[in-house]
């Protein structure tokens, strides 16, 4: 089992900064890819950016790139959301979630963190 538990959200301006944090714990080997999804209200949840556990590669949805960056602790029991030049649009609860080896979807996930960006 896995546990995830995000940190961080809060109230910004647009053109500001946010860092969220995702504590990762338990059978951390057991999981390949760690991810960042979003839900805005009245929307479907989306992919935000996910990080390998294996090579540190990251991959980003394009709503974001460039403005997102993913990184992690060197024990590996944090991962981080560093969201930048943040717009209105960006606002949305946001999760962490975890990918087993294998699976060919996210099988932990978090509770999720508000993100609220006012313009």
């Known amino acids: 089992q896995v546990q995830l538990a995000e940190s961080g959200g809060g109230l910004v301006q647009a053109g500001g900064s946010l860092r969220l944090s995702c504590l990762v714990a338990g059978h951390i080997s057991t999981i390949s890819m760690l991810g960042w999804f979003r839900q805005a209200p009245g929307k479907e949840r989306e992919f935000v950016g996910r990080?390998?556990?294996?090579?540190?590669?990251?991959v980003f949805d394009s709503s974001v790139k460039g403005r997102f960056i993913i990184s992690r602790d060197n024990a590996k029991n944090w991962i981080y959301l560093q969201m930048n030049s943040l717009k209105p649009e960006d606002t949305a609860i946001y999760y962490c979630a975890g990918q087993m080896f294998g699976s060919t979807g996210h099988d932990y996930w978090g509770q999720g963190t508000q993100v609220t960006v006012s313009s």
């Open positions: 990080i390998s556990n294996s090579d540190d590669s990251t």
